[in-house]
């Protein structure tokens, strides 16, 4: 992969970072991601499919509801929103090569600053895209996904496409029609939805049955277009409880798997799982990958951390090695993202304020990716993991068990058999044992 840039460098004392090994002491060096080495038969870079999140890196000011925007960065500067667009996108790829992403992911008004005009946007986005193709060229690096930011512009107040006025559901499809082409002209490999305010404030004003359809409405229509435009990738739709709603419809990987059920788009639609928005729901990070890959839904991660302590979605990097091996476990049995890869849906903390600061949170993530995956890789090969776990079900492999998987007993049956065997022994989960599992190869 070459390094691309404008003319101007935003990182010039950063170099590119490469792979130095675990016993490195340089601060802009991999310590575990080494992209060609081969792991159960392919390449760390094909497993990971990394991807730099384009808002958070490159359009994140740093504000809070508190304060006003503390990273005040050189590509923010020119008057005219073309020019100020193209040296963001040139931060952006050099930023991308010289960490070796192969993948990027962005909203539209992430790319170039929208206005109130339908057509002058639809311009404004064919215009950057115009100069992200090049970039893509000459850089090797690709879009994972695109997407179109549905909750930031105040029409979206009552939300998009579940918006009670059809005239706002109108917009959210211009607008997702224009990234939808954005997307399709730069080779996307998929295309998101996530609902930021599909959903409501309060139950006694809206009528959710309605929303809900509108909702499935929304999705076919756009998932027709790009079909009909010649898009073969994927849809993925990416759970969130609450925030900004009170509730989302989208509420976990369950909700949203019965849903695209209900509504007919199984066939189209995976689940892009966020590792912030499980814990929002009330659950691990690794049960909403185990919902999604057990019904063949998982699509790809937006990688992220949450803080124990806080309740919100605080997009830290992740760094948590434990967590993310438990997380590689899943995602390997399952055989990979079905399309996707790892986004980085995170962002530098407001008082990170160094340009090396974006660079660091990127090689820490990179690195906890990697080496979780090489642990998970080991429990898989070398432990007693799956075989201890397939042990606990062995009664359904053969006799009685096996038949009443296969529908061959009946409840009947199940009282005559209980009377035959007696009061069963009880079985040990081994939880603690299991644990100690992860650690040994960690
Ligand atoms: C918000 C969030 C979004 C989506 C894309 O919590 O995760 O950035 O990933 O709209
Ligand atoms: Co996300």
Redesign the pocket.
Known sequence: MSITTGNQLYFPQVPAIVYEGPGSDNPFAFRWYDASRVVAGKPMREHLRFACAYWHSFCGSGADPFGAPTHLFAWNNKPDALDRARDKMDAAFEFITKLGLPYYCFHDVDLIDFTDDIADNEKRLQAITTYALEKQKSSGVKLLWGTANLFSHIRYMNGAATNPDFKVVAHAGAQVKAALDATMALGGENYVF?GGREGYMSLLNTNMKREQEHMARFLHLAKDYARQQGFTGNFFI?PKPCEPTKHQYDYDAATVIGFLREYDLLADFKL?I?VN?ATLAGHTFQHELQVAADQGMLGSM?ANRGDYQNGWDTDQFPNNIHELTEAMLIILEAGGFAGGGI?F?AKIRRNSTDPEDLFHAHIGAMDSFARALLCADAILQQSEYRSLRAQRYASFDTGEGQQFEQGKLSLTDLRRLAETYGEPPLTSGRQEYFENIINRFI
């Open positions: 996530w990416e892009n966020e928005h937006d986004n849906d």
